[in-house]
């Protein structure tokens, strides 16, 4: 199938998506014309999606922020934690500077932040 190519046909296969989510449910069998349709439709928009609406990595800046958020602490706490100096933790979430390797390691344990984000692998 080909695949799409501009954004009238992206909003149609959207729209087509739509009426079939209905249609098939876990039990429906793999033969059936609507579950093969919406797998097709799926993949074309998975495609154009990747392509003209790609959702890159977050940044460490902005996982910090969000795990400060979800913990209900502000960079005077988040520096007690780690153990770092408010101004580092200010000029971490500004981008001046990476964290230390030890530090790295206390953001990854302290707020559970997966260690390939904090490393940026």
Do not use: H, W
């Not at 059936?32 to 799926?42: A, C, P, V, W």
């Not at 979800?70 to 001046?96: C, F, H, W």
């Not at 790295?104 to 490393?119: F, M, P, Y």
């Amino acid at each position: 199938m080909a695949k799409i190519q501009n954004e009238t046909v992206y909003k149609a296969t959207m729209e087509r998506i739509e009426e079939l989510l209905p249609l098939v449910d876990d039990d429906t069998p793999l033969t059936d014309k609507n579950l093969i349709e919406l797998d097709l439709l799926s993949g074309l928009v998975e495609e154009y999606e990747d392509e003209y609406f790609p959702i890159k990595a977050p940044s460490l800046v902005d996982v910090i922020k969000l795990r400060m958020y979800e913990m209900g602490i502000n960079q005077a706490k988040l520096s007690d934690l780690l153990g770092v100096s408010p101004s580092r933790i200010s000029d971490y979430l500004t981008g001046r500077c990476e964290p230390t390797l030890k530090v790295a390691r206390e953001l990854s344990r302290k707020l559970d932040i997966d260690a390939n984000i904090v490393l940026g692998v």
